[in-house]
C-alpha cells in the first residue's frame, strides 16, 4: 500500500507539471469514443487486479482525459484549479463524513455557517439579521432551493398539500438568456416549464424591467400567480449582469420573491473593482453563488444563501427521528433537516482553504486579472481583422465570431449561414489537434459564435494572443 | 508547493494509520460547540496565509473531526472508505471535470454507461433491453428521479404545463418505515407530503402488501391518481427488505410505477449469498443503489437506474444551445440534458477503480463479512442478560436494547419510558470517551434503540464483543 501511495503521488505530480505547461501537454488528446473503448477495457470481471495495474488505469485515465487546468482550456465556466483547494478536498474525501449533523462533522458544520455568513456579508445584506442557506450539489439545485423557498414563503401549503391547494398557477420569471436550471426547476417542481415566463433582453443581454413589470402585470390580469423573478448576475453566454436596483424594484411593486442566479458572476464580489456590475443585489431575497466556476474550487461547490432564516427548514423538514434525534447533544447545529438531500458531501472545506491561503486580497486580485483578461481580448479582436465581437464584455465572458476571408463579402443573409458552419470545424480541429478548448454556440438571431471565458489564473499575454492566431490558422481557408 | 505536498502526504498517511488503530486513535476527540470554536479559529482576513498555516489548520481540522473509517465507527449507514477509492476521487478531483458531455468527460462518459449497464445486470434486467440511468449526489435525490420518472411516464403533459394539468391528485405509496426522501421528494416535486401514503409494516418491518393494495384501492376510489410505489431494500433502521414480489404483483394490477430504494440493501446484490434478500428486485421498474454506503465508496456515489430507456431525458430535456450543440462531434454519448444537474461531478470512477481492485469476488466477500458480523453480534445480544433485540436482523442493521439492572424489574410503562432516556445518555458518554459511535433512535411504540450498522470492513470479532462491554460498562449503573 505504501508503494501504491508514492506510486500515485509521483503520478499524480507529474500529471499537474506537465498540464501547467504549455508544451509538455496538450489540453486533450483527442480519441473518438470507439477508440477509446477499444484502447481502455474497463471490463470488471471475478478477480482482483493488482495495485500495480490500478496505477496504470489512473494513467489511463489520466492520458485519455481532458486537462481542464491547462492553460489553454477555456471551455467552461470552470477551469484551472486551485492546488490547495485540491488538497482541502483530498482531505474532505479521506475523512468522508456527511454534513447533516454536528455529532459527525463538527467542523465542517461550523465551517459552513461561517462561509455563509461571509458570503451573506460581501452580498451586502444585514449580518445581524439572521439568515440561511447551505451548500449544494450546483448552480441548478441552488436555484432550485431558492424556488421552492419563494413557493414556500408565498404558498406554505404547498408542502404538505400540493400544488392543486393553491388555486393559482403560481408562475416564474427569468430573461430569455437565463440559465436553463430555472426550466428544469420548473418542470421538476411540478410548476411546469410553461409556466416559466421569459423576459426580453436588450441588445447587452440583460434583462428589460419594463418588459418585466410588464409580464408580471399581465399574468396578474390574467389570474395567475407571479411569485419568482430570476435575475442573472452574470448570464451563462454573455456574461451580462441584470439591473438588479430596477428589478428589485418591479419585484416590491408586485410583491414577488426576488432570486439572483450569482452562480457564475457572483465571484465578482470579491473585488471591489468588480462588485458594482452586482450593484443591487443585497436587494435580492436569495442568491446563488458558484465558488467552483471563477474562484477555482474543484466541482462541487456551490451555495444558496438567503435572506432570511427558516425557509429552508420550513420547506424541508421531515423530522427524522432516526437522524435528526432531539435527546442528543448539539442538535441545534444540525443542517440536515434543512436540505432535500439526506447525506450531503462537504463542499465548503476546500473553498474555506484556498480562501485562507490567498486572504481577500488574493482572491481579488485573481478575479481582477480574470476580468482584465477578458477585456484584453475585447481588444485585441476589435483590432484585428474578420474577429468581431457580438457583446461588450462585462463579465469574464467574450464573445466574438471568426468571418473566414471567403465570407467577408457575402451578402447578411448567405454569410449568417455560412458563418453558422464555420465555429463547428474550427471546435472540431481544436478538439483533433489538443491546442485549446473554447466553446461556442448560437443565441437567439446570432449564428454559432465563440465564447471565450477567462477564470483560469495560468492564462498569460502569449495564450490570450493565440487564441485568436490559432482560430484564425484553424478557420482562414474555411 | 513540493514541500507543502510532501508535508501534506505525510499528515495524510498518519492520519490513515491512527484512524486504523483501536490504539492510536479515538473515533472522536469530542469537543462542544463554543470550545470548537474558540480553538479553531475559522476568520479569513484580507492577508493571505502561509503554506506552513494551511498545514495546520488541515491538522486541526483533522484533530477536531470524526474518524469515520475508524474500525469503531458505526454510527452511519457509511463507515470506513476504501483506501482506492480514496485515491479515485483524488484523481477525479485533480482532473475536476464535469460530466454533461463527451466532449470533457470522454473517459467518464463511457465508464458511467458501463457502470450503469453492469448495476443493472445485477439487479436481473435484460441487458439487451436499454436502460437508463445517472450517478446522481445521493440516495435521496435518486428516489426523486425515481418520482419524477414515474411522473413522466404516467403524466408527461406535467412537463411542460404543471401539475395542475393533470386534473387528478397524483399519490405515492411508501412503507411507514421507509425513508423520508421520498417525503421530501414529494414536497420538492409540488405532490404535497399528506399525498404520500404510509404503508403498514409488518413485525420485522415489510411493508405488507395487502395493505398497499388496500389503500391503492381506495385512493382509486377516492379519485385520486396513485401512480408510484416506494419499495425498500434495506430499511434505514431496521434493515428490512419489503417483499418485492408480491409488491411487484400489486403494482401490476393496478398500473402503478414500482421503485425499489436499494441505496443501503442493494449492496447485497453483489453476493450470491445475499440477494436472495432482494428476490423481486428485478421486477422494478427503478432502483436507487448508494455506493456511497455499504460498499465503502467516499460520499457522494449513488445510482438511479430506470430499465427502460429514454425517461430520464423526457422529463428533464431543455435542449441548452450553448452546451448541446447538434453540430458539436459525439454529442449523443453527452448526458446532460438527463441530469436535473448541469455541472455535475465525476462520481463513478472511485467505485470503477475500487471494483476493479476487487474484482466481484472481493466485493462479494466484503459484503459477506458484515452480514456475517451481524448475525454474530445478533447471537452475542441474544446470549447476554440485559441486552435484547428489537428486530432480527435482515440487512447488517442490528437493533437492539441495554436495560440497565435498575429498570429491568420494572413494570411495562414504566420500563418503557426509562428505557427511552437510556440510550441517549450512553451515546453521549461514548461521544465524550471517543470510544465508539452507534446511532439510536425511537421507532413507532419502540423506547429509543441503538441501531448497529455493519458496513465497516475493519471490524473483528473483538470489537463485536467491545460494543456490548462498552455499552454495558457505559449505562449498567443508570
Ligand atoms: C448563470 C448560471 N446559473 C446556474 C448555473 C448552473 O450551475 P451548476 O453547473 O453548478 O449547476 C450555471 C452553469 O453554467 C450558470 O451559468
Ligand atoms: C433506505 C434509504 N434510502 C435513501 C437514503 C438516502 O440516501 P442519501 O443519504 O445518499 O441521500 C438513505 C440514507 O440513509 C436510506 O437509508
Redesign the interface.
Known amino acids: 500500500?505504501t508503494h501504491?501511495?508514492s506510486r500515485?503521488?509521483t503520478l499524480?505530480?507529474d500529471?499537474?507539471r506537465e498540464t501547467s505547461s504549455r508544451e509538455d501537454a496538450k489540453v486533450v488528446n483527442y480519441?473518438?469514443?470507439k477508440d477509446?473503448?477499444a484502447a481502455?477495457d474497463?471490463?470488471?470481471?471475478?478477480?482482483?487486479?493488482s495495485?500495480g495495474?490500478?496505477v496504470e488505469?489512473?494513467e489511463?485515465?489520466?492520458q485519455?482525459?481532458?486537462?481542464?487546468?491547462h492553460p489553454r482550456f477555456y471551455?467552461?465556466l470552470?477551469a484551472r484549479?486551485d492546488?490547495?483547494a485540491?488538497?482541502?478536498?483530498?482531505?474532505t474525501?479521506?475523512?468522508?463524513?456527511?454534513m447533516y449533523t454536528?455529532?459527525?462533522?463538527?467542523?465542517?458544520i461550523?465551517?459552513e455557517a461561517?462561509m455563509l455568513e461571509?458570503m451573506r456579508e460581501f452580498i451586502g445584506w444585514d449580518v445581524n439579521v439572521p439568515g440561511d442557506g447551505l451548500f449544494s450539489?450546483?448552480?441548478?439545485?441552488s436555484n432550485?432551493y431558492a424556488m421552492?423557498a419563494a413557493r414556500h414563503y408565498h404558498f406554505p401549503q404547498?408542502?404538505?398539500?400540493?400544488?392543486?391547494?393553491i388555486g393559482k398557477?403560481p408562475v416564474v420569471f427569468t430573461s430569455s438568456h437565463s440559465?436553463?436550471?430555472i426550466?428544469?426547476?420548473?418542470?421538476?417542481?411540478?410548476?411546469?416549464?410553461?409556466?416559466v415566463i421569459a423576459v426580453d433582453v436588450d441588445r447587452r443581454g440583460k434583462m428589460i424591467p419594463a418588459d418585466l413589470d410588464a409580464k408580471i402585470q399581465l399574468a396578474k390580469d390574467d389570474g395567475l400567480a407571479p411569485f419568482f423573478v430570476n435575475a442573472t448576475a452574470g448570464t451563462?453566454?454573455v456574461g451580462a449582469f441584470d439591473p438588479f436596483e430596477e428589478i428589485a424594484a418591479v419585484c416590491k411593486k408586485h410583491g414577488v420573491w426576488m432570486h439572483v442566479d450569482a452562480a457564475w458572476g457572483g465571484s465578482a464580489l470579491v473585488s471591489s473593482k468588480q462588485r458594482e456590475l452586482l450593484r443591487g443585489v443585497e436587494l435580492a431575497d436569495s442568491v446563488t453563488w458558484?465558488p467552483?466556476k471563477m474562484m477555482g474550487i474543484?466541482?462541487?461547490c456551490s451555495a444558496i444563501l438567503i435572506r432570511t432564516s427558516g425557509l429552508l427548514s420550513g420547506?424541508?423538514a421531515?423530522n427524522?427521528?432516526?437522524?435528526f434525534?432531539k435527546?442528543?447533544?448539539?442538535t441545534e447545529?444540525d443542517t440536515g433537516d434543512k436540505a432535500?438531500?439526506?447525506?450531503?458531501?462537504v463542499d465548503v472545506?476546500k473553498l474555506?482553504?484556498a480562501?485562507?491561503?490567498?486572504?481577500?486580497?488574493?482572491y481579488e486580485r485573481q478575479i481582477d486579472y480574470a476580468f482584465a483578461n477578458s477585456r484584453r481580448l475585447a481588444e485585441l479582436i476589435r483590432a484585428r481583422p474578420g474577429f468581431e465581437l457580438v457583446y461588450e464584455p462585462e463579465c469574464t465572458n467574450v464573445c466574438f465570431w471568426y468571418v473566414p476571408p471567403s465570407l467577408r463579402h457575402l451578402d447578411h443573409t448567405e454569410r449568417r449561414e455560412a458563418l453558422h458552419?464555420v465555429a463547428?470545424v474550427i471546435?472540431?480541429g481544436m478538439?483533433y489537434r489538443g491546442s485549446m478548448?473554447i466553446?461556442?454556440?448560437?443565441?437567439d438571431d446570432f449564428p454559432?459564435f465563440f465564447?471565450m471565458v477567462f477564470s483560469n489564473p495560468a492564462v498569460t499575454e502569449e495564450d490570450i494572443q493565440f487564441i485568436l492566431d490559432e482560430i484564425e490558422n484553424l478557420g482562414h481557408a474555411l
Open positions: 500500500m501504491f501511495i500515485i503521488t499524480f505530480t500529471y499537474m480519441i473518438a469514443p477509446l473503448l481502455f474497463m471490463r470488471i470481471t471475478d478477480e482482483p487486479e495495485l495495474k490500478i488505469y489512473c489511463t485515465t489520466l485519455h482525459g481532458v486537462r481542464t487546468s471551455n467552461q470552470f484549479i492546488p490547495v485540491m488538497v482541502g478536498e483530498w482531505l474525501t479521506m475523512v468522508n463524513t456527511s454536528y455529532e459527525v462533522a463538527p467542523v465542517f461550523l465551517m461561517y461571509r450539489p450546483g448552480g441548478s439545485i432550485m421552492q404547498t408542502k404538505e398539500h400540493g400544488l392543486l391547494a398557477i440559465h436553463y436550471s426550466k428544469k426547476g420548473a418542470a421538476l417542481m411540478g410548476l411546469g416549464m410553461r409556466h451563462t453566454v458558484n467552483h474543484p466541482l462541487q420547506c424541508n421531515t427524522a427521528q432516526y437522524l434525534q435527546d442528543k447533544i448539539n447545529y432535500i438531500q439526506c447525506g450531503r458531501k472545506f474555506w482553504l480562501w485562507k491561503a490567498k486572504g481577500d486580497k488574493g458552419r463547428p471546435k472540431a478538439q478548448m466553446g461556442y454556440q448560437p443565441l454559432n465564447r
